[in-house]
């Protein structure tokens, strides 16, 4: 799945600091670009996405920025909190193609109190 | 409204012996996915259904593996034999598609069951 590559893979942020997670993807069909969390234990839930006719999303303390061009979107977590401790994937979609979701390896994100 | 129900939460077995997983997904999505999801990675796709066609199974090791969605809503995945390998979670995840014109394009928005934990020995 070298289509979406996803960085860094873990990450350790103090409580009410900035995470910055990254994700790169080839396939230009993309129309639809979510940020799944996954807890221990549970299967993925959508936490926020972006379609591509805009740059930026914000819902709370969620932020999706997204480089058409370089092919590239981040998701930022501001104030974070140890509850936002787990694993995010990145799982650009195509909707009209043939394409199920394709999923980065993860982020295992720690918030330290 | 009940979520993505999936069945068994754990199985352990031996290796050369058969395993199902069943799903249930969210009533009125016509779109149906398995994931299989090992250890430290992310969810690969095994197998996607628009109502009871398989549209796309060819990451599904066919030796092994085989699904079934018959009537269009719930969906069984077997293995047989499993090998030391399977070990690993298995994900159901249910989406909407809507028809747009001539088109069926799906929201994207997939919701997953908790998973099935298998083990093999």
């Known amino acids: 799945q070298q289509q979406v590559k996803q960085s860094p893979q873990s990450l350790i942020v103090q409580k009410g600091g900035i995470s910055i997670i990254n994700c790169a993807y080839e396939n230009t069909a993309f129309d639809y670009f979510p940020w799944y969390q996954q807890f221990p234990g549970k299967g993925p839930a959508l936490l926020i996405a972006i379609r591509p006719d805009v740059s930026e999303k914000k819902e709370g303390r969620f932020t999706i920025s997204f480089n058409k061009s370089a092919k590239q979107f981040s998701l930022h977590i501001m104030d974070s909190q140890p509850g936002d401790s787990a694993t995010y994937f990145c799982a650009p979609y195509s909707g009209g193609g043939a394409d199920g979701l394709t999923f980065g390896k993860g982020t295992h994100l720690i918030i330290q109190p | 409204e009940a979520g993505v129900v999936q069945s068994p939460r754990y199985k352990i077995i031996e290796k050369k012996q058969p395993v199902a997983f069943w799903c249930n997904p969210i009533s009125g999505h016509n779109t149906l996915y398995w994931y299989r999801q090992n250890l430290g990675q992310g969810p690969e796709l095994l197998i996607r259904y628009e109502n009871e066609e398989a549209v796309d199974d060819s990451q599904l090791p066919k030796d092994r593996f085989s699904a079934e969605r018959l009537k269009g809503v719930d969906s069984t995945l077997k293995i047989q034999p499993a090998e030391l390998g399977d070990s690993a979670v298995y994900l159901c995840?249910?989406?909407?598609?809507?028809?747009?014109?001539?088109?069926?394009?799906?929201?994207?928005?997939?919701?997953f069951g908790e998973g099935s934990r298998l083990t093999v020995l």
């Open positions: 995840a249910s989406s909407l598609a809507k028809k747009r014109g001539a088109l069926t394009r799906n929201t994207g928005e997939l919701f």
